[in-house]
């Protein structure tokens, strides 16, 4: 039999660029530091609770472990998201008065070329927040996913809604080995320009997985680091 604990609950307004943001999405997650980590590590991470704020900027949301450390992330279009840490809480109690205020994101900017400095269309873009940048008094927290894009056919691409801080960039495309630019400084509200991202062409490992009698092992899962 699973023992239910009473929830906790959180309330807020949004705003962006000093205006209230009505439909900017809100979510609550566990913090990966606090009295829930061991947790977190131990279960993996309890789906995130999900609200959109009120037309006044307004947001609630319920449900949420009183034992632990929550992110509470708001993110709106055109703009850079923020986080702010709340928790623990005592049970069947809100706590009110959190103000998330949005500024103008900024961006990560460049193109992708190939060893002949021609561009490559097409190739995959994803920007990772470092977790020491997590600002506005949250704990670290793991490495995000905090924007994606896909290189234009003059291989052109754009991040954009980026808070300020550090972030790696991985850019992949089939038949070229990945990119890598680690350590990007991002300044608020004000794109950063990477030039040329080069992709080599991709090298093929082939092989055989056995087992320890030597005989061949079907559907074994290989996985090569860098």
């Known amino acids: 039999t699973a023992a239910l604990r009473w929830g906790a609950a959180v309330e807020g307004s949004v705003a962006a660029g000093g205006a209230a943001a009505p439909g900017a999405l809100v979510v609550a997650r566990k913090a990966a530091v606090g009295p829930c980590a061991r947790l977190r590590l131990q279960y993996g991470a309890d789906p995130d609770a999900k609200t959109f704020a009120r037309a006044e900027g307004a947001f609630r949301a319920a449900g949420l472990d009183p034992r632990c450390v929550y992110e509470i992330e708001a993110s709106f279009p055109g703009f850079a998201p923020a986080t702010v840490a709340a928790g623990p809480f005592e049970p069947r109690t809100t706590r009110r008065g959190i103000a998330i205020a949005l500024e103008r994101g900024a961006a990560i900017v460049g ?79 004000r794109p950063l320009d990477v030039g040329a991202v080069l992709l080599a062409p991709g090298a093929t490992l082939e092989g055989v997985v056995t087992s320890k009698t030597g005989g061949p092992v079907e559907g074994a899962e290989v996985v090569v680091m860098p």
Do not use: W
């Open 111 to 189: 193109h992708v070329v190939d060893r002949e400095g021609r561009p490559v269309g097409g190739a995959k873009l994803v920007a990772t927040r470092l977790p020491a940048d997590v600002r506005n008094g949250a704990p670290p927290a793991d490495p995000r996913e905090a924007a994606r894009a896909t290189s234009d056919g003059g291989g052109a691409f754009r991040l954009a809604d980026l808070a300020a801080g550090r972030y790696t960039l991985v850019v992949t495309r089939r038949g070229f080995a990945a990119a890598r630019r680690v350590g990007l400084s991002v300044g608020a509200g």
